[in-house]
């Protein structure tokens, strides 16, 4: 049965970089790995999204070894308003399953 | 211009009635999702369309029932609400369902509380 697991909170303070990991050990070969932010009373936002190797934007990066069976979000110099919930969601190219973590609580301290 | 809308934004009512939430998307996207958020923040999804075409129908109770009149709308219509329907309900479209490299685009959700 596919999974995707992720760390129910964590804590950081700001200027600090912050690394959520997410383990998907089903991930199929034409699996992607998309990223999101929640912020309270708001829908999730795409964050970033990737395939293979490191990928990276103007908010954040995504780093995934080889073997894909885990991605890391990678949140470079935080501030108090990236506190938010961060899903992590593999989508089964097989069968369009939505595979989503049950998210991580990211609170970011002054 | 707001991407994915949903109405009404807040629903109280009581357990038994029936209800409907609606949803638009002005992206021109192929696929609509609706998806169910409890408590803890778990989302649930809970049915797919794509061109107006259901492809993904979880473990839902039949209660639910979505409806697409066209691609740029999704409409989820529940029967008999039970207070364990009490949750967040969002509406989220991308543009292709079969390409998992295309990011979905979420409204900011319907707090459904039953009494």
């Known amino acids: 049965l596919a999974k995707t697991t992720q760390p129910i909170s964590m804590d950081s303070y700001e200027g600090q970089e912050v690394n959520i990991t997410c383990s998907h050990n089903n991930i199929a070969t034409n699996d992607y790995i998309t990223w999101y932010q929640q912020f309270p009373s708001q829908g999730p936002r795409f964050i970033i999204q990737?395939?293979?190797?490191?990928v990276t934007n103007e908010v954040a990066s995504l780093f995934i070894p080889a073997d894909r069976k885990s991605s890391t979000l990678s949140l470079p110099r935080v501030s108090l308003s990236d506190t938010a919930v961060y899903y992590c969601?593999?989508?089964?190219?097989?069968?369009?399953?939505?595979?989503w973590g049950a998210g991580t609580k990211l609170i970011i301290k002054p | 211009d707001t991407a994915v809308s949903q109405t009404p934004k807040y629903l109280v009512t009581q357990m038994g009635n029936d209800k409907s939430i609606k949803c638009e998307q002005n992206l021109g996207h192929d696929t609509m999702y609706w998806y169910k958020q409890d408590s803890k923040k778990f989302l649930k999804i809970m049915f797919s369309?794509?061109?107006?075409?259901?492809?993904i129908n979880e473990t839902v109770p039949n209660r639910f029932s979505p409806k697409s009149p066209d691609k740029a709308h999704l409409n989820l219509h529940i029967n008999s609400l039970e207070l364990g329907d009490s949750a967040v309900y969002f509406c989220a479209s991308s543009q292709d369902l079969g390409a998992g490299n295309q990011p979905q685009h979420f409204g900011d959700g319907t707090r459904l509380s039953i009494l």
């Open positions: 369309y794509n061109n107006k075409e259901l492809i």
């Open positions: 990737g395939y293979k190797t490191k």
């Open positions: 969601l593999v989508i089964m190219d097989s069968n369009y399953q939505l595979i």
